[in-house]
Nanobody, 117 residues
Framework: QVQLVESGGGLVQAGGSLRLSCIAS????????MGWYRQAPGKQRELVAT??????????NYADSVKGRFTISRDNAKNTVYLQMNSLKPEDTAVYYC????????WGQGTQVTVSS
């Protein structure tokens, strides 16, 4: 049974930082591409960042809106993917979802990130 469990969300002031974590189980994490997506109220879910498996180079990809502020990383020994979010803006407010193996793959339950101005 695949599980993706996110943590680390919360309320933060603009300019602050948060680190999201996603612990994965039930599939072979180390060979899976992982990603973070977000969905703000009234908007469609959008890609935030992705990272390929280390065997594929651990290549990262970011939405233009978060480049230079967010960093995705993975720890295969812990079956965990992270999203370090710095210089947060109110427009980053959303539910953040962990994803495994692309949009047609697996999803976590989401964690709320709220950035106050």
């Amino acid at each position: 049974q695949v599980q993706l469990v996110e943590s680390g969300g919360g309320l933060v002031q603009a300019g602050g930082s948060l680190r999201l974590s996603c612990i994965a189980s039930g599939f072979i994490f180390r060979i899976s591409a992982m990603g973070w997506y977000r969905q703000a109220p009234g908007k469609q879910r959008e890609l935030v960042a992705t990272i390929t498996s280390m065997t594929s180079g651990g290549i990262t990809n970011y939405a233009d809106s978060v480049k230079g502020r967010f960093t995705i990383s993975r720890d295969n020994a812990k079956n965990t993917v992270y999203l370090q979010m710095n210089s947060l803006k109110p427009e980053d407010t959303a539910v953040y979802y962990c994803n495994a193996q692309g949009p047609s793959g697996y999803w976590g339950q989401g964690t709320q990130v709220t950035v106050s101005s």
